[in-house]
């Protein structure tokens, strides 16, 4: 038996630590470890609620949006404030803008080249690569001379030794199987998208002002709307909205899902390979009648356990006794006995490093090995993120969901149970771009709508006023993120955040053990996953990568001088 180390993981946000024992070729057994400790809940600590959001949009460069909507969501929860329509929508296109960037920019460039090989690409014939990008799609430019300037172009950064964004991966493992051809396309769409990503977030600038970091604002949205006035939201911004949007749908259907459908089938083996645990967690979001309204969100709230798709258990966020987070084996410490499990609302962000110095041999698994607590939901472990959405979604009978995966299941010739893996994992965040890149045109439509028909509300003064607060209150705000459930809880009390605390999608995904030994979803994942070979373990990272890791909801850990800790050297071979 063997310990394999992969420290940092890369193509992620966040610092993240896999340990796995091999024995015989297969996984037996992991460890996962965030080496980043959160911090803004002390930070936030006798603030002013309505400016927490500004404070934890920042927590990271990637989810900005939503962690500044759950934060808003939970001061308007907390004090009893219901937006404007207006205000509903904007926020329904800005959470449909960041899926649609978040989930390509995630299937190109952090994950594609866990299939994809590049140096493979240099062997392909372009005028069979332009025949295939032809048969799956009507993108123009699949022309053999683009091809052919494309390898040409690759060619010589791989003749210079300098393969730039491509350096340091595994190309040759035996586990890539794309013929030469499609690697080929691969390689021009993972560029394309990058000049592609950051033209859909300017919608983020028209609305929020700015990208990264939108602005938001307790009890609306900071935008006015007058489509006669230079510097409000004008008939000119709402027009670049909507051919911005239009865009990224083609791009996401022409693109996106036809590069999914032409990669899936040579690997279909991996739709029995990391399922990891058997249940799963959703919110909910998109709201169509109010945020209030839970049964109009177009994303469905609710769990699954033990991937029985015939009942969908109701999840409630504001019960004291469902959510619940544990420090067995995380470097903190709680006021009341071991084991003890504490709801967001009490929850206490006390550090308490009791491991070694990096750089280390091994974690010390048998006790505290990670910066990230370790939440439960009524005692289950629960994956979270876009297959879990869909699960439920599909399980709920949501019609437009359901269509979408069965409609994706047909075109692989595959079962729903293909999706219990990490095949399924990709397709189920492809599946859901796919629609929310029509939904984001159908709020957008909505809006204009209500323009033409005379409301251009955004904002309401309603409980604005710290004056109008009682004593004390506590909410909760519930979104989707892109990587999955995400909710903060803040509790006021003398108009100042009291306590506040953000259980965010890696918490859930990437979290140690419990007390009662229960792996969370990346170490359940990894077990029995094949390795070939041990100094090159691909295969963790596609698994990994499956769920978007995202451990950025933290801060660097520096001592009390100032001076850091630790430093983690990169595995030039990741």
């Known amino acids: 038996m063997s310990r394999i180390v992969v420290d940092p993981i890369t193509r992620i946000e966040g610092h993240l630590r896999i340990e796995a024992e091999v024995k015989d070729g297969r996984i037996t057994d992991a460890w996962s470890a965030g080496t980043m400790v959160r911090g803004m809940e002390i930070i936030l600590r006798g603030r002013d609620p309505r400016d927490a959001w500004a404070f934890v949009e920042r927590v990271c460069g990637v989810c900005t949006t939503v962690h500044a909507l759950a934060s808003v969501r939970s001061v308007e929860d907390a004090l009893d404030i219901v937006i404007p329509p207006n205000a509903e929508l904007i926020r329904n296109i800005m959470f449909c803008t960041q899926y649609m960037q978040d989930h390509v920019v995630h299937f190109y460039h952090l994950h594609a080249l866990d299939w994809v090989d590049i140096v493979s690409a240099l062997k392909a014939d372009p005028n069979e690569a332009s025949r295939i990008a032809q048969s799956i799609s009507s993108w123009p430019k699949s022309s053999p001379g683009y091809f052919k300037d494309l390898q040409t172009r690759l060619t010589k950064f791989v003749e210079s030794g300098q393969l730039g964004i491509f350096a340091n991966g595994y190309w040759g493992h035996p586990a890539y199987k794309l013929p030469p051809a499609v690697n080929l396309i691969g390689v021009a769409h993972y560029l394309e998208a990058l000049e592609w990503q950051k033209e859909i977030v300017k919608v983020h600038a028209i609305f929020g002002g700015k990208n990264p970091h939108p602005n938001y604002l307790v009890g609306g949205m900071p935008c006015s709307i007058n489509i006669d006035e230079a510097n409000a939201i004008n008939a000119e911004r709402l027009a670049m909205v909507a051919r911005l949007l239009e865009q990224a749908r083609v791009f996401v259907e022409q693109v996106y899902l036809p590069d999914l459908l032409a990669i899936a089938p040579s690997y279909l083996d991996w739709a029995a390979i990391g399922g990891g645990v058997k249940n799963y967690l959703c919110y909910g979001d998109l709201p169509t009648n109010g945020y209030r309204d839970v049964k109009s969100f177009k994303f469905p709230r609710g769990a699954i356990l033990d991937r029985d798709l015939s009942k969908v258990h109701e999840v409630n966020p504001h019960d004291p006794d469902g959510i619940r987070e544990f420090i067995d084996h995380s470097w903190y410490d709680y006021s009341g006995p071991a084991g003890t499990g504490l709801n967001p609302w009490e929850g206490e962000t006390k550090l308490n490093y009791t491991g070694p110095k990096p750089p280390y041999a091994n974690l010390n698994v048998e006790g505290k090995y990670s910066w990230l607590k370790t939440p439960r939901w009524k005692g289950h472990a629960m994956e979270v993120g876009p297959l879990s959405r869909m699960l ?52 957008f439509q909505q809006l204009l709508t209500n323009v033409k028909n005379g409301d251009t509300r955004t904002f309401t003064k309603d409980k604005w006023e710290p004056s109008t607060w009682p004593a004390s209150a506590k909410g909760i705000g519930a979104s989707e993120a892109p990587r999955g459930a995400l909710a903060h809880w803040i509790v006021i009390k003398d108009r100042k955040i009291d306590n506040y605390q953000l259980v965010v999608p890696s918490t859930w995904n990437a979290s140690p053990r419990d007390a009662k030994g229960q792996r969370s979803p990346y170490e359940e994942s990894l077990i029995g996953t094949p390795v070939h070979d041990p100094k090159i373990p691909l295969e963790i990272l596609r698994t990994i990568h499956s769920f978007d890791p995202c451990l950025a909801c933290a801060v660097h850990l520096y001592d009390d001088q100032g001076a850091q800790v630790g430093e983690a050297t990169v595995n030039p071979a990741v």
Request: aromatic letters at 8%.
């Open 392 to 443: 439920v979604g599909y399980a709920s009978g949501h019609a437009e969901i359901k269509d979408a995966v069965t409609e994706t299941l047909a075109a692989l010739k595959a079962p729903a149970s293909v999706l219990f893996s990490t095949l399924g994992r990709t397709a189920a965040r492809g599946i859901e771009t796919k629609l929310v890149a029509r939904w984001g045109l159908e709020f």
